[in-house]
């Protein structure tokens, strides 16, 4: 009996003994972190601001002459070129009446020829030579005006851009200045975005501005300065008017939103940048782990934040070094004085880490 007892205390010892080997095995496991060097900050700060992409202008096209319409030759949301015809009034009163100027002025030219041609020879008074060449001059301005009216008759496009709208249709009397198509002119789009007071204020360190089309995606293209408002709406915001630089990505139209990114220099001193992963918080201070590559430990240091970059990282303006290593992901779960191991950066030909 004692025997067995015996060996089941000793079978109890050795299963402890085991169960604290494992325990003991378990302790010395090194945790795998995610280790980057401090990168020096940049001296640009980005802003992103809600824009729309908006027309040259919008033209309110009419005739000079007043009429009745005879011909509509384009449609709403048609493309039209610089000089091509957009309507045609009648133009047989204009006809008439160019005809008539034409007929007057031939019959008022042969007759100043033979005056002037008499004053030459001295045949005739120099009052009579003034009295035929002023009614020269009279006649052919009367044609050149019937001309210009019956050419008026002809409505063409002066730049190239979309029918917005049609005001009339054929048939309709129009009078002269009545406008009769809104076309917008897409020559050359712009960018129209609002800003606030800060940035207007500091609208002098603006480095560049670029824009993106958020739904499509793809690559930003550069903005330029048109105009600035210098007056706030009642939003108390500035209107800015941008233009593409050099040409507005094709895909884009009238009233499409963009995302507009500005890039303006800070005044500050040159600090560091880390990811905002890399930071955690104590009784309301801030702290990032400082891996000690001989030890291949992590120490906690405070550190004082500034600005957000725009891109997932944070600037410190003090408690780090550009070169120092620091864990970058995990630090929630990391204690003082721990023992970690870097992990390998996965290989561009590893994309996933599947290898």
């Known amino acids: 009996m004692r025997a067995i007892i015996n060996s089941g205390i000793i079978l109890l010892m050795s299963m402890l003994c085991w169960g604290c080997a494992g325990n003991d095995e378990t302790a010395m496991i090194t945790r795998k972190v995610k280790i980057e060097a401090a990168q020096l900050a940049d001296t640009l700060e980005v802003r992103t601001y809600p824009g729309r992409v908006r027309e040259t202008a919008e033209l309110n096209l009419a005739f000079r002459v007043a009429g009745p319409i005879s011909r509509i030759a384009v449609k709403e949301g048609d493309y039209v070129r610089a000089g091509q015809l957009v309507a045609q009034m009648d133009q047989r009163d204009y006809e008439i009446q160019m005809n008539v100027a034409q007929a007057r002025y031939e019959q008022v030219k042969a007759d100043a020829e033979r005056v002037i ?3 030459n020879r001295e045949s005739v008074a120099a ?3 003034d009295k035929a060449v002023a009614g020269l001059k009279m006649a052919e ?7 210009d009216q019956l050419n008026d008759t002809r409505l063409l496009a002066p730049v190239s851009g979309y029918i917005q709208k049609l005001n009339y249709s054929r048939n309709e009397l129009v009078d002269a200045g009545m406008p009769v198509v809104t076309i917008l002119d897409v020559s050359q789009y712009q960018v129209e975005m609002d800003i606030p007071v800060s940035l207007y204020l500091n609208r002098d360190r603006i480095h560049s501005i670029k824009g993106i089309q958020p739904v499509k995606g793809g690559e930003p293209f550069n903005l330029r300065l048109l105009s600035l408002s210098r007056k706030a709406n009642h939003n108390q915001l500035y ?8 040409v507005i990505p094709a895909d884009l139209a009238p009233g499409m939103d963009v995302k507009v990114i500005i890039l303006f220099r800070n005044d500050m001193e040159p600090g560091v940048r880390v990811p905002l992963s890399a930071l955690f918080k104590q009784e309301d201070r801030t702290f990032i782990w400082i891996y000690d590559s001989a030890s291949q430990t992590v120490n906690s240091r405070e550190v004082i934040t500034g600005k957000l970059t725009g891109d997932g990282t944070i600037n410190l303006i003090s408690g780090l070094q550009p070169g120092e290593q620091l864990v970058v992901a995990g630090v929630s779960l990391i204690s003082e004085n721990e023992r970690v191991e ?3 950066p996965v290989s561009e030909t590893n994309a996933g880490g599947l290898l």
């Open 117 to 119: 041609e008499l004053y």
């Open 127 to 129: 009052n009579d030579y």
């Open 141 to 147: 301005s009367q044609l050149n005006h019937a001309r």
């Open 342 to 344: 870097p992990l390998e």
């Open 239 to 246: 209107r800015l008017l941008l233009a593409p630089d050099p």
